[in-house]
C-alpha cells in the first residue's frame, strides 16, 4: 500500500521556480518573525537614506545652469517658426481650413475619410474652440518636424554604425519608461514657463518612436535590395537613401504616425506648465473649475484631432492608390471662392457656440444625476475602496475597521488567513503542484500585510527572484541594484504606493482585458463591436481619460484607478485575441481530430500557443499603467506620481529627475521580467 511518505517526496520537484517561491517565502517569514526586535528588517531607517534628491539636484542644476544660455537662445530661435506657425493657423479663414483638411482625406482616403475631416473640423468650429485648437496644432506642427529629424537622425545613425545601436536603444527605453512629467522637470528650469515648454517637451517625447521605426524598416530591407544597390556602384549615401530608405517607407511612415500622435498627447500635457491659450489649457483649466461640461467638450476635441491626425497619418504608411486629386483642387477652390464671396459676413470662429447648451445639459445633466444616484456612486467607490483597494494596500490588519468592516482584526483573524493559505498550501504541495502552494502563501501572507507596508528584504529578494527565473543572474542582479537605489535615496515608500496601485490596475486590466480578448477570439461578432472601442480608447491622449471619472467619482484614488485601466486595458483585449487567433491550423485540426471539446482546445493548444503573446500584451499593460499613473496624480494619487508632479509645481529638479527615475527603474524591470517569461514560452513552444 502507498503511503503519503512514499508519495510525497517524489511529488515534490525543486525546480528554479519551486526554489525562488521558497526562498522569497523564507524571507517574507523571517522579516515578520524578527520585526519585534529587528524593526529595520521592515522599516528602512530613514538616518540609512542618503541624500540622494539633493545630490541629484546640485549636480543637475549645475550642469542646466551651463546649458541655460544655449538653451533660452535656442528657446528664442523656436519661437519664431512657433509664432508664424501660430499667425498662419490663426490668420487663415476656418473655411479654407476645413476644405484643406477635407481635400487631404479625399485625396488620402476617399469620400469615407474626406467625410472624417469636414465632420471632425465642423465639430471642433461648433464647440467654440477653433482658436485654441489652432493654437494646439501650431505646436505640433512645429514640433513634430523636430522630432521627426531628431528621431530619423538617431534612427540613421544607428543603423550606419552598428555598435551604437545597443547603447541607442537602451536610452530609447529608458526615454519612453521615463514618465511624461518627469521631462517637464528640467525643461522648465531651462527654458521657463510658456509654450516652447511644451514645444520641446513634445519633440523629445515624440522622437523615441520614429528612431525606432526608422531602425526597424532599415533592418528589414532584404539583403537583395542591398546587394543590387551595391552591384550598381552605388556609394554609400546613395544606397541609403535612394534605395534602402525608399524600401523602408512604410515602416517609417509607420513612425511618422506615431510620432504624430505622442506629440499631440505630449502637448495637451505640456499645458500642466505652458499656461498656453491652447486646448490642453482648457481642458486643465476647466477641470480645475469642475466645470465638466466645458471639460469634457474641449476634451472632444482633442479626441477628433487624435482620430482625424491618426486616420490619415496612418493612411500614408499604407501603399494605396491615391484618390483623384481634381477633386482636391476643386474643394479647395470652393473654399476660397466661399471664404471670398463671405468675407465680410464670414463670422468669427469665437462666435460659434453651437455646442455650449450641450455643455450646460451635461452639466445640468451630472447634478441631477449625481443627486439622485450619491448614495449609489459613493457605495461603489467606498466599496471599492474599503474593500478591495484599502485592504491591498496596508493589509487586512490596518483595513479592517469597525467603521469599515464592522468588526476590528485580531491577531487571531491573521493567524487563519496563514491557517487558510498553508493548508491550501499543503493541498497543491500534495497534487504536486509545489510552486503554486508556496506562492499562495506567499500571497497570503502579502495580504495581511500590504504592498505598500512589505518588508523590503523581502521585495529586494522577490525581485532577485523574478529577474533569475525570467533572464538569469544578470537581470537578477540587475533588479536588485536598481531596487536598491530606490532604497537609499528614501523614495521607497512612494515607490511601494506606486506599485501598488499599478500593480492592482494591471491586474484588473488583465482579468477584464482577458474575458474581451477571449470574447472577441471565439465571437467574431463581439470582435466587431470591441474593436472600435480600442481605436478610440488607442487614439485619446492621456488626459482626456481623467475626464470621465471626474465626472462621476471626484478626487481620489479609486478614480486613478478607473482612468489607469480605461487606458491600459486595450493591449491587453488586442494581444489576447490575437494571440488566441492566430493557432496554425494544423494545430487545431490535429486537436479536433483527436476528439477535443472546444473547451479544451481552448485550455491546452491555443492558450499554450498564445501564452507569448499574451504576455506581450502584458507588458505593454504594464507599461500603460506606468505611464498613466502619472497624469493620474492630478486626480488625487499618492506616490512617485504625486512626487513628480509636485516638484514640477516647486521647479524641484532634484525630486523631479529622481521620482521619475524611480518610476522609470519600476518600469524597466517589470518590462524586461515580463519579456523575459514570453522569451522563455516563446523558446518551450519552439519558436
Sequence with gaps: MTTAADVLPSRLGLTPGTRAALVVLLTGALCLALEPVLPWLVKWPDAWTLPATQWVDTVTRWILGWLKPLARAFADLMRY??????????????????GLITALGWYLGGLRMAALGFLGLSFVLASGYWSESMNTLALVAVSVPLALIVGGAIGLLANEFPRLKPPVQ????????????????????????????????????????????????????????????????????????????????????????????AALSMVIIAAVIGGFNDIGWEVLLTMRKAQFGQSLLAGLVIVVFA??????????????????????????????VLTALFWSRLPDPAEFTLLAPVAEAVDTGLGEFTAANGDWLAGVKNGAMFYVLLPLRIGLDQ????????????????????????????????????????????????????????PWPFVLVGAAALGRIAGGWRLSLLAVGLMLTILLSGLWDRAMLSLYLSGVSVVACAVVG???????AVSPMAWRIVQPICDMLQTIPLFVFLIPVLMFFQI??????????AYAVVP???YTRHGLVSTPPELMEAAIASGATGWQIMRDVRAPYAAPTILLG?????????????????????????SIYLALGKADVGLGISAGAAMAILAFLADRMVQGFAEERRRALGL
Design 81 to 98: 517658426p512657433m509664432d508664424w506657425a501660430n499667425l498662419a493657423l490663426n490668420a487663415t479663414p476656418w473655411p479654407v481650413t476645413i
Design 170 to 261: 537602451a536610452v530609447l527605453d529608458v526615454m519612453q519608461t521615463v514618465p511624461t512629467f518627469a521631462y517637464l522637470t528640467p525643461l522648465l528650469v531651462l527654458f521657463g514657463f510658456g509654450p516652447v515648454v511644451g514645444l520641446i517637451a513634445s519633440a523629445i517625447y515624440a522622437a523615441p518612436p520614429m528612431a525606432r521605426n526608422v531602425i526597424l524598416g532599415l533592418e528589414r530591407v532584404e539583403s537583395e535590395i542591398k546587394e543590387a544597390a551595391v552591384m550598381s556602384g552605388a556609394g554609400r549615401l546613395q544606397q541609403l537613401f535612394q534605395v534602402e530608405v525608399p524600401s523602408a517607407a512604410s515602416q517609417i511612415m509607420v513612425g511618422v504616425n506615431q510620432c504624430l500622435m
Design 307 to 336: 482620430v482625424v491626425i491618426d486616420r490619415m497619418s496612418g493612411a500614408l504608411a499604407i501603399e494605396r492608390r491615391r484618390h483623384d486629386p481634381r477633386v482636391v483642387y476643386g474643394v479647395l477652390a470652393l473654399a476660397a
Design 399 to 454: 483595513a479592517v475597521l469597525p467603521f469599515t468592516w464592522g468588526f476590528a482584526w485580531t491577531p487571531g483573524m491573521s493567524w487563519a488567513v496563514f491557517a487558510a493559505g498553508a493548508a491550501l498550501c499543503l493541498i497543491l504541495i500534495w497534487r504536486g503542484r509545489v510552486t503554486a502552494g508556496l506562492m499562495v502563501l506567499i500571497g497570503a501572507g502579502m495580504l495581511e500585510t500590504g504592498i505598500a507596508d512589505l
Design 514 to 520: 482577458g474575458f474581451f480578448g477571449l470574447w472577441s
Design 556 to 565: 481620489g484614488e479609486f478614480s486613478a484607478f478607473l482612468a489607469i485601466c
Design 572 to 574: 491587453m483585449i488586442r
Design 618 to 642: 502584458l507588458n505593454q499593460t504594464i507599461l500603460y499603467a506606468f505611464a498613466m499613473l502619472v497624469i493620474a496624480a492630478l486626480i488625487g494619487t499618492t506616490g512617485l506620481g504625486q
